[in-house]
């Protein structure tokens, strides 16, 4: 029997898959859902399936009901993507038979030889003793079953004759440490498999991946991490560290953080919850040896940051979860029709995709150039006692993807456990989840930031006009240029992304992939809005490192707002000081009547003044508030040059003739500072040939002028 469902959307996709790479695969698609069949029975299958895997793509099921999150809306997490990777299989050539019942699964006599023998377990008992079965069923090929089951298959125990009987059973705490004991070094040391809750079969969603355990041979375990059952998480303290860190953790963990919890034993997270087949996927390989490459990829001298925008990047997946690959990111978004009409980043476990080839290589071979992919994981780096270690892993798992960006969840930025960690691991940008604004660590790593998280917007729900009304209001709140990353758990697709775009493009914001936001950031040196290409940036910088300059923020210089004349004033006297710690303090009876005590500027209006830059008006006044113009500019900045002389100096002065500007003639009340300046390098005029000394100066021509007349930058 073929697989028909989804098959006409997907057929664009699966062509460019290509014919068949393996010829006549021959596999048994077991068809009934497993979230219609006793718990028990699930685990059986799934154990079987990750036993009978160990030697091929053998066998593949149905969980298209198995976790309560899943139903008939086509938004959830369930749904037919069992189902779409099988019409894709089916397109490679693989051949397969569909099976419905438990004995028809089980009898087969192909199958039956990948099992030992039986584990009989009763969760009623203790609800512990599912994964104690899962755990003996990896390592000694058994299969675990009740007696419920045994009931229903009875030929169960004519086909495997060989039984271990975990009953009697008694506490938790004891048959754990029995376990420990007995199996612990049998168990692989490349990954364990926990689950975080205390009932019969745990979470519905916990028994996803279980396959792949079992497949592995890895310890499989509920322990309590915490400290309120100590005897519990001596035990659990006991499985992780039998690893060969850094290794994954699978399954999950709902009482605590088992990402704080692994990484301080030198491991990792991997969530598998709601994540199927994991060992059928695994052995299937890539139909070409070639690398794995991104469509593109964006690198700062391509790009130049344009100051009066807002850059935003949809950042589809949750960090370390399979659940959204494996579900064609979860709820079929990949099949969205508006992907590859709006720039999406759609995340991959780079330590993990390995374990997946073909499912990696088709998402890179259907990809447009607006999908990124970039490394999702959740490892708390600074938890890490072998950071080195899995610095080398990462990069590795990077190179492997042609990956450069990470996500990240970690609290403690200290760039002594992070600058070492980036340089070796190769990352050129991070998604930080707590992060709200743009930071930078490393060799200038920028750390993007991720304003606006699920529970930001009203819990979800809410309409695209309604996330792009908030989204405009919170960027608004600060001036451009700024960064920001927005998750799927806003969005359901990327039509609703594409939505939400075009609602906020007309309003200055540009949606990226995150390398290009990664690459647009790492131009940044102490201001957003002064970016290495900027033409005014080497000036604005040389300024900032003498102390000359500062921003209206820590982000922002604000280049093209107008300089008046208490910001000359500002400027000139820490230019002649030598930076603003050497400006001294003003002590006497001040010079201006609105320059008075208590002025922002009364120091620098006056150390001018003493300098003999600058003089009042004919009332008396100095009027700090008015603007600047290039010709007064040219005047500041020539009595700069021959301070403390002053007007004296340049009373000497005789500039060449003929005139540099038509529009300076030789009676313009400024035309000897001009003429100076210009001799001096210090200003040119406009590729009109003239010098428009009645524009107004801003902010980026001032820390220029300034530059120039103080040697700070080549």
């Known amino acids: 029997m073929r697989c028909g469902l989804v098959a006409t959307v997907l057929l664009c996709f699966i062509l460019s898959m290509g014919g068949a790479a393996f010829g006549q695969a021959d596999f048994v698609y077991f068809s009934t859902d497993l979230g219609t069949v006793p718990y028990y029975e699930a685990m059986a299958v799934l154990a ?127 048959e754990y440490q029995w376990l420990v004991d007995n199996y612990l070094l049998a168990s692989s040391d490349e990954a364990a498999y926990v689950v975080g809750h205390d009932s019969p079969y745990g979470d519905p969603g916990d028994i996803f991946g279980l396959d792949y355990a079992v497949a592995k041979g890895a310890f499989v375990f509920d322990l309590s991490l915490n400290p309120d059952r100590p005897q519990e998480e001596a035990l659990a303290d006991a499985i992780v560290r039998h690893l060969a860190a850094p290794a994954p953790i699978l399954g999950y963990y709902g009482e605590v953080s088992s990402g704080d919890y692994a990484a301080e034993r030198g491991n990792y997270v991997i969530n598998t919850v709601c994540a199927s087949n994991l060992s059928f996927h695994h052995q299937i390989p890539r139909q070409s040896a070639d690398p794995l490459v991104q469509t593109t990829r964006y690198t700062p001298e391509e790009l130049e940051i344009d100051p009066t925008k807002y850059y935003l990047a949809f950042v589809f997946t949750d960090g370390d979860r399979l659940a959204h690959p494996t579900r064609l990111y979860r709820a079929g978004a990949w099949f969205d029709p508006a992907r590859g009409h709006v720039p999406m980043n759609w995340g991959l476990n780079a330590n993990f995709f390995r374990e997946l080839p073909a499912m990696v290589e088709y998402y890179y071979s259907t990809a ?13 780096v600074s938890r890490l006692p072998n950071r080195g270690d899995y610095a080398a892993l990462f990069a590795q798992s990077m190179a492997d993807f042609d990956l450069n960006i990470a996500s990240m969840l970690d609290d403690n930025l200290d760039p002594t456990i992070w600058d070492p960690f980036l340089a070796a691991s190769g990352i050129q940008a991070v998604v ?67 939505e939400v775009m075009d609602y906020l493009t007309p309003h200055g914001c540009v949606f990226v992939r995150l390398d290009e936001m990664g690459a647009l950031a790492r131009q940044i040196d102490h201001f957003y809005d002064i970016g290495t290409k900027y033409w005014a940036h080497d000036e604005v910088e040389a300024c900032f490192e003498a102390g000359i300059v500062q921003g209206y923020s820590e982000t922002h210089y604000q280049p093209t707002l107008p300089v008046t004349r208490d910001q000359m004033a500002v400027y000139i006297s820490r230019a002649l000081a030598g930076g603003d710690a050497n400006v001294p303090e003003f002590t006497d009876t001040p010079t201006f009547p609105d320059v008075p005590e208590g002025s922002w500027a009364l120091d620098y209006v006056e150390y001018a003044v003493d300098q003999n830059v600058v003089g009042g008006y004919g009332d008396g006044t ?71 000394p009645e524009i107004v100066v801003t902010r980026d021509q001032m820390a220029v002028y300034v530059a120039r007349a103080f040697g700070l930058a080549g």
Request: net charge negative.
């Open 48 to 174: 079987f399936q990750g036993l009978v895997n160990r030697d091929g793509p053998r066998l593949y099921v149905n969980t298209r009901t198995l976790h309560p999150w899943s139903g008939p809306d086509p938004k959830s997490w369930r749904n037919e993507w069992d189902e779409t990777w099988l019409s894709i299989f089916d397109s490679r050539g693989y051949q397969y038979e569909t099976v419905t019942s438990l004995s028809a699964l089980f009898e087969r006599p192909n199958f039956r030889s990948a099992v030992s023998g039986l584990v009989i377990y009763d969760p009623d008992q203790l609800a512990s003793s599912a994964w104690i079965a899962m755990t003996i069923a990896g390592v000694e090929d058994r299969l675990p079953v009740t007696a419920d089951l045994l009931s229903v298959v009875p030929n169960l125990t004519t086909w495997w004759p060989d039984q271990f009987d975990l009953r009697p059973l008694g506490d938790k705490v004891a």
């Open 622 to 692: 100095y009027h700090p508030e008015y603007e600047v113009d290039r010709g007064q500019m040219a005047v500041y900045v020539a009595r700069s040059l021959v301070a403390p002389s002053g007007e004296a100096a340049l009373a000497d002065y005789v500039p060449a003739d003929p005139r540099n500007f038509p529009d300076v003639a030789s009676d313009f009340w400024a035309y000897t500072h001009v003429e100076y300046c210009v001799e001096n390098g210090v200003v040119a005029g406009y590729l009109d040939g003239l010098y428009h």
């Open 432 to 498: 930080h989840t707590r992060a709200n604004e743009l930071m930078f660590l490393g060799d200038h790593v920028p750390f993007l930031p991720n304003r606006f998280d699920w529970p930001w917007f009203h819990g979800g729900g809410a309409t695209s006009a309604e996330i792009a009304a908030d989204i405009m209001a919170t960027m608004s709140a600060g001036p451009p240029p700024a960064f920001a990353t927005i998750t799927d758990l806003l969005l359901d697709s990327p039509s609703a992304a594409k």
């Open 368 to 380: 447009t150039e607006n999908d990124y992919f970039y490394a999702g994981q959740d490892t708390r």
